[in-house]
Nanobody, 125 residues
Framework: VQLQASGGGLVQAGGSLRLSCATS????????VGWFRQGAGKEREFVAA????????NYADSVKGRFTISRGGAENTVYLQMNSLKVEDTAVYYC???????????????????WGKGTQVTVSS
C-alpha cells in the first residue's frame, strides 16, 4: 500500500485547508487510515483516524469540532478538512494506514503499517 499526502500550504489563522491522502496498491488490506502531525521540535502526534468503510472515526481533543476526516466514496482517498485553523496547528502532516488497528487505537504511531510523506501546513497569525 502506498500513501500520498497533499494539500498543505500557508493559511491565515481562522482559515481552512483540506488535506488529501491518496492510497494505491492493495487497499483491501487497509482497516484504518489516519493523520498525524509533527511540529518543529515536537513529537509526532495523532490528529484523526477513520475506518476504511467509514464506520467509525476518532479525533484528538485538540482538533475536535474543527477538523473532519472522511473518505471520498469510491475514491481511494481520505480527506482531512481543517477549519478554524490556529497557529499551533502548524506542522508537517502525515497520513498512515494499518491493516489491524481500528480508529480508536490509532493514536500510537509505533507499529503502523504504512506511511506517506508529509505535507507542510503553516498557519500565520
Amino acid at each position: 500500500v502506498q500513501l500520498q499526502a497533499s494539500g498543505g500550504g500557508l493559511v491565515q489563522a481562522g482559515g481552512s485547508l483540506r488535506l488529501s491522502c491518496a492510497t494505491s496498491g492493495p487497499t483491501s488490506r487497509i482497516l484504518s487510515v489516519g493523520w498525524f502531525r509533527q511540529g518543529a521540535g515536537k513529537e509526532r502526534e495523532f490528529v484523526a483516524a477513520i475506518q476504511w468503510n467509514g464506520a467509525s472515526t476518532n479525533y484528538a481533543d485538540s482538533v475536535k469540532g474543527r477538523f473532519t476526516i472522511s473518505r471520498g466514496g469510491a475514491e481511494n482517498t481520505v480527506y482531512l478538512q481543517m477549519n478554524s485553523l490556529k497557529v499551533e496547528d502548524t506542522a508537517v502532516y502525515y497520513c498512515a494506514a494499518d491493516a489491524l488497528v481500528p480508529p480508536n487505537r490509532f493514536a500510537d504511531p509505533a507499529g503502523l503499517d504504512y506511511w506517506g510523506k508529509g505535507t507542510q501546513v503553516t498557519v500565520s497569525s
